[in-house]
């Protein structure tokens, strides 16, 4: 695979680190003000979402609505996701991750999520059969990322044009508004698929009191 390892080992705890259990999670990152996240719970009682989200102001909406609410299978995490995600998470643990219309990152290509040396950590955390549901409104970045699906990572996937009815996130909401072109690829992880990171456990909040 040409492209660097990731240093999972380097990352340092988010502040307030806590430890979850092994069970069978989906998990979102970037999640907003939690719409996405709390419309899931609500229609998908069975599964646990795990609803990741770095801005402070963000996080707190979605705590405010997740406390209206009350979806007993939610979790709000506040803590920038990929620490969180390689002390938290366990090999093979998620059912689901949604990337719905991340930064696409203008000035800076190598932190799309596709170019990233991340992106084999993300993959050794889901199961055989889970997918990665990544949404945009940016052409051009669907089309990047489907070719990296193809020929770096080399991952069957689904490439989806969002219908204009769909109301899953305020953004998706926007741009479906506006007219705009809303794509997803569903990327799959088939049986047999393996990375460089299937035998590490999570950090479990080791480095915490170095955490920045």
């Known amino acids: 695979m040409s492209i660097r390892q990731f240093q999972a080992q380097r990352m340092h705890a988010p502040r307030d680190f806590q430890s979850i259990s092994s069970e069978p999670v989906c998990v979102e990152i970037g999640a907003g003000k939690g719409k996405h996240a709390l419309l899931f719970t609500q229609t998908n009682p069975n599964s646990k979402l795990i609803a990741i989200e770095r801005t402070r102001e963000k996080f707190l909406a979605m705590?405010?609505?997740?406390?209206?609410?009350?979806?007993?299978?939610?979790?709000?995490?506040?803590?920038?996701?990929?620490?969180?995600?390689?002390?938290?998470?366990?090999?093979?643990?998620?059912?689901?991750?949604?990337?719905?219309?991340?930064?696409?990152?203008?000035?800076?290509?190598?932190?799309?999520?596709?170019?990233?040396?991340?992106?084999?950590?993300?993959?050794?955390?889901?199961?055989?059969?889970?997918?990665?549901?990544?949404?945009?409104?940016?052409?051009?970045?669907?089309?990047?990322?489907?070719?990296?699906?193809?020929?770096?990572?080399?991952?069957?996937?689904?490439?989806?044009?969002?219908?204009?009815?769909?109301?899953?996130?305020?953004?998706?909401?926007?741009?479906?508004?506006?007219?705009?072109?809303?794509?997803?690829?569903?990327i799959s992880k088939p049986e047999g698929y393996t990375t460089r990171f299937d035998e590490f456990q999570p950090l479990q909040g080791q480095n915490a009191s170095s955490a920045e």
């Open 63 to 186: 705590q405010k609505q997740h406390a209206l609410e009350g979806q007993p299978n939610l979790q709000t995490v506040h803590a920038d996701a990929l620490p969180w995600i390689v002390h938290a998470l366990y090999p093979a643990q998620v059912e689901q991750f949604f990337i719905l219309y991340p930064n696409p990152e203008p000035h800076n290509p190598a932190q799309r999520w596709l170019n990233m040396p991340f992106f084999e950590f993300l993959l050794s955390r889901l199961k055989n059969g889970g997918t990665i549901t990544l949404a945009s409104n940016i052409p051009e970045y669907i089309e990047e990322a489907e070719q990296q699906v193809q020929n770096l990572w080399k991952l069957p996937f689904v490439k989806e044009v969002i219908g204009q009815d769909s109301a899953r996130t305020h953004f998706e909401i926007k741009y479906l508004e506006r007219g705009e072109l809303c794509q997803q690829l569903i």
